[in-house]
């Protein structure tokens, strides 16, 4: 990766419900599938948005080394609540659709639900019904849930070393 994005909590709250807003203007969920773990923050905030009480998961790992990655696993299913209602009810939300290996290994166990995430990179695009954001494929994305705050140096003394 060659480019780095850095998010606030402000930024991915606003940039949440921003999906939220169009996603009440579809309508029509009665139950969120949220991608554990990334998709279970704008899950949340989506939920409360949009009046949902009904959220599950689907709990998935990409084995990736540093910014590369690989293999997809599916730890744990969708319940069987889910997985009994008309698919064009379910919300699945994910944070981030990149490559999009973990987006059809989750849309394979669900066809036809409805697929929003919050960022977009291009390989990933054609996968979600639903983003805010479209992000380069070289730029990885810091979350606030994996940063905090810390000491900046200043800009001229980085240039001076
Ligand atoms: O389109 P892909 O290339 O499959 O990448 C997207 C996935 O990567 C992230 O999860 P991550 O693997 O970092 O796991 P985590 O959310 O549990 O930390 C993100 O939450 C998506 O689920």
Known sequence: MR??????WDQFHADTRTL???LAERGGFSAIAAVARGGLF????IARELGIRVIETIC?????????RGEIAVLKSLSEDILARPPQEVLIVDDLVDTGNTARVV?????GAYFAT???????LPLVDAYVR???????IYFPWDTGLSFQEPIGARNSR
Request: glycine share 4%.
């Open 107 to 111: 849309k394979a166990q669900l066809p």
């Open 118 to 124: 919050i960022y977009a990179k291009p390989l990933g």
């Open 60 to 68: 998935v790992v990409s084995y990736h080394e540093d910014t590369t």
């Open 3 to 8: 480019r780095s994005l850095h998010l606030s």
């Open 42 to 45: 704008p899950a949340g905030v």
């Open 134 to 140: 479209e992000i380069p494929q070289d730029t990885w």
């Open 20 to 22: 939220a807003q169009r």
